[in-house]
Protein backbone atom coordinates (compact mmCIF):
# COMPACT_ATOMS: atom_id res chain seq x y z
CA UNK A 1 0.00 0.00 0.00
CA UNK A 2 1.26 3.38 -1.00
CA UNK A 3 1.42 6.39 1.56
CA UNK A 4 0.58 10.10 0.48
CA UNK A 5 3.45 12.57 1.69
CA UNK A 6 3.73 16.11 1.71
CA UNK A 7 7.44 17.67 1.76
CA UNK A 8 8.93 21.81 1.73
CA UNK A 9 12.89 21.64 1.10
CA UNK A 10 14.48 24.97 1.07
CA UNK A 11 18.31 24.96 0.45
CA UNK A 12 21.20 27.30 -0.84
CA UNK A 13 20.59 27.28 -4.79
CA UNK A 14 22.72 25.17 -6.67
CA UNK A 15 22.59 23.00 -9.72
CA UNK A 16 21.78 19.35 -8.75
CA UNK A 17 19.37 19.76 -5.93
CA UNK A 18 16.10 18.85 -7.58
CA UNK A 19 18.53 15.89 -8.97
CA UNK A 20 19.03 15.25 -5.09
CA UNK A 21 15.77 14.83 -4.03
CA UNK A 22 14.19 13.21 -6.74
CA UNK A 23 16.86 10.44 -6.61
CA UNK A 24 16.25 9.99 -3.27
CA UNK A 25 12.66 9.30 -3.54
CA UNK A 26 13.25 6.77 -6.83
CA UNK A 27 15.43 5.00 -4.26
CA UNK A 28 12.85 4.25 -1.96
CA UNK A 29 10.00 3.16 -4.88
CA UNK A 30 8.53 6.86 -4.37
CA UNK A 31 6.20 8.32 -7.11
CA UNK A 32 6.49 12.26 -7.52
CA UNK A 33 2.63 13.46 -7.68
CA UNK A 34 3.18 17.45 -7.98
CA UNK A 35 5.43 20.05 -7.13
CA UNK A 36 5.69 23.45 -6.93
CA UNK A 37 9.90 25.06 -6.77
CA UNK A 38 11.42 28.26 -7.28
CA UNK A 39 14.62 30.39 -7.08
CA UNK A 40 14.16 32.73 -4.04
CA UNK A 41 16.42 35.21 -2.94
CA UNK A 42 19.70 32.75 -3.17
CA UNK A 43 17.22 29.78 -2.38
CA UNK A 44 15.51 27.00 -3.73
CA UNK A 45 12.45 26.31 -1.84
CA UNK A 46 9.78 24.14 -2.72
CA UNK A 47 6.97 21.89 -1.75
CA UNK A 48 5.92 18.27 -3.33
CA UNK A 49 3.85 15.80 -2.74
CA UNK A 50 4.70 12.33 -3.55
CA UNK A 51 3.37 8.37 -2.91
CA UNK A 52 6.13 6.08 -1.33
CA UNK A 53 5.32 2.51 -0.17
CA UNK A 54 4.33 2.15 3.13
CA UNK A 55 7.25 -0.41 4.03
CA UNK A 56 9.49 2.52 2.37
CA UNK A 57 8.58 5.30 4.69
CA UNK A 58 10.88 5.23 7.16
CA UNK A 59 14.08 4.46 5.24
CA UNK A 60 13.29 7.13 2.80
CA UNK A 61 12.71 9.97 5.93
CA UNK A 62 16.51 8.85 6.79
CA UNK A 63 17.66 9.15 3.75
CA UNK A 64 16.16 12.85 3.53
CA UNK A 65 17.52 13.56 6.84
CA UNK A 66 21.07 12.96 4.97
CA UNK A 67 20.37 15.50 2.65
CA UNK A 68 19.93 18.04 5.43
CA UNK A 69 24.27 17.51 6.22
CA UNK A 70 24.56 18.93 2.43
CA UNK A 71 22.65 22.43 3.74
CA UNK A 72 19.01 21.22 2.91
CA UNK A 73 16.27 21.85 5.26
CA UNK A 74 13.31 19.11 4.43
CA UNK A 75 10.20 18.65 6.26
CA UNK A 76 7.70 15.87 6.10
CA UNK A 77 3.86 15.57 6.74
CA UNK A 78 1.61 13.25 6.06
CA UNK A 79 -1.02 14.04 3.32
CA UNK A 80 -4.62 14.23 5.00
CA UNK A 81 -5.82 15.10 1.93
CA UNK A 82 -9.86 15.59 3.10
CA UNK A 83 -12.57 15.63 0.73
CA UNK A 84 -14.02 19.52 0.39
CA UNK A 85 -17.16 19.70 2.07
CA UNK A 86 -18.40 23.35 0.82
CA UNK A 87 -19.16 23.42 -2.34
CA UNK A 88 -17.37 26.26 -4.11
CA UNK A 89 -16.62 27.61 -7.55
CA UNK A 90 -13.07 27.90 -9.24
CA UNK A 91 -11.61 32.03 -9.90
CA UNK A 92 -8.35 33.63 -10.61
CA UNK A 93 -7.24 36.86 -8.93
CA UNK A 94 -4.82 39.47 -10.44
CA UNK A 95 -3.35 42.05 -8.77
CA UNK A 96 -0.94 44.99 -10.04
CA UNK A 97 0.41 48.04 -8.75
CA UNK A 98 3.12 50.00 -7.07
CA UNK A 99 5.07 47.72 -4.20
CA UNK A 100 4.59 48.78 -1.20
CA UNK A 101 4.29 46.53 2.43
CA UNK A 102 1.05 45.44 2.88
CA UNK A 103 -0.56 44.24 -0.19
CA UNK A 104 -1.02 40.28 0.17
CA UNK A 105 -2.31 41.22 4.05
CA UNK A 106 -4.99 43.49 2.78
CA UNK A 107 -5.69 41.24 -0.47
CA UNK A 108 -5.55 38.24 1.67
CA UNK A 109 -7.44 39.93 4.74
CA UNK A 110 -10.69 40.89 2.40
CA UNK A 111 -10.56 36.78 0.85
CA UNK A 112 -10.47 35.05 4.01
CA UNK A 113 -13.27 37.71 5.35
CA UNK A 114 -15.66 36.10 2.71
CA UNK A 115 -14.41 32.81 3.60
CA UNK A 116 -12.62 32.27 -0.18
CA UNK A 117 -9.70 29.36 -0.42
CA UNK A 118 -6.12 30.61 -1.79
CA UNK A 119 -5.40 27.44 -3.58
CA UNK A 120 -2.19 28.74 -5.05
CA UNK A 121 -0.38 32.18 -4.99
CA UNK A 122 2.10 33.70 -6.83
CA UNK A 123 4.01 36.95 -6.41
CA UNK A 124 6.90 39.02 -7.54
CA UNK A 125 8.45 42.46 -7.89
CA UNK A 126 9.74 43.58 -10.64
CA UNK A 127 10.98 46.99 -12.98
CA UNK A 128 8.50 48.75 -14.57
CA UNK A 129 9.32 48.71 -18.63
CA UNK A 130 9.79 52.76 -19.14
CA UNK A 131 9.89 54.07 -15.39
CA UNK A 132 11.77 51.44 -13.70
CA UNK A 133 9.68 51.81 -10.81
CA UNK A 134 9.21 48.58 -8.50
CA UNK A 135 5.82 46.95 -9.12
CA UNK A 136 4.31 44.21 -7.79
CA UNK A 137 2.38 41.51 -9.30
CA UNK A 138 0.06 38.76 -7.50
CA UNK A 139 -2.01 35.56 -9.04
CA UNK A 140 -3.78 33.82 -7.37
CA UNK A 141 -6.26 30.58 -7.98
CA UNK A 142 -9.08 30.89 -5.23
CA UNK A 143 -12.02 28.27 -4.65
CA UNK A 144 -14.73 30.97 -3.41
CA UNK A 145 -17.82 29.12 -1.51
CA UNK A 146 -20.91 28.70 -3.53
CA UNK A 147 -22.99 30.76 -0.98
CA UNK A 148 -20.58 33.82 -1.17
CA UNK A 149 -22.00 36.90 -2.12
CA UNK A 150 -19.95 37.71 -5.03
CA UNK A 151 -21.52 41.07 -5.63
CA UNK A 152 -19.79 42.12 -2.65
CA UNK A 153 -17.16 40.13 -2.48
CA UNK A 154 -16.30 41.77 -6.03
CA UNK A 155 -17.49 44.97 -4.20
CA UNK A 156 -15.09 44.71 -1.33
CA UNK A 157 -11.96 43.62 -3.58
CA UNK A 158 -12.95 46.93 -6.10
CA UNK A 159 -12.66 49.10 -3.18
CA UNK A 160 -9.61 47.97 -1.68
CA UNK A 161 -7.91 48.21 -5.60
CA UNK A 162 -8.69 51.65 -4.87
CA UNK A 163 -7.42 52.24 -1.75
CA UNK A 164 -4.44 50.40 -2.53
CA UNK A 165 -3.82 51.81 -5.77
CA UNK A 166 -3.31 49.36 -7.88
CA UNK A 167 -5.46 47.20 -10.66
CA UNK A 168 -7.05 43.85 -9.84
CA UNK A 169 -9.15 41.59 -11.56
CA UNK A 170 -11.41 38.66 -10.61
CA UNK A 171 -12.25 35.90 -13.03
CA UNK A 172 -14.90 33.71 -12.58
CA UNK A 173 -15.33 30.51 -14.70
CA UNK A 174 -17.77 31.49 -17.27
CA UNK A 175 -20.85 29.18 -15.90
CA UNK A 176 -20.99 31.10 -12.91
CA UNK A 177 -21.01 35.15 -14.11
CA UNK A 178 -24.89 34.67 -14.68
CA UNK A 179 -25.02 34.38 -10.66
CA UNK A 180 -22.72 37.46 -9.65
Not at 88 to 102: F, I, M, N, Q
Not at 131 to 152: D, M, T, Y
Request: charged share 25%; net charge negative.
Amino acid sequence: MNTPIVMTIIGEDKPGLVDSISEVVAEHGGNWLGSRMAHLGGHFAGILRLEIPEEARDALLSSLRELESRGMTVVVRADETKPVSVPSRAARLEVVGHDRPGIVRHISRALASHSVNVEELTTECYSAPMSGEVLFRANAFLQIPKACNLKRLRGDLENLAEELMVDLSLEEPVEDLAEA
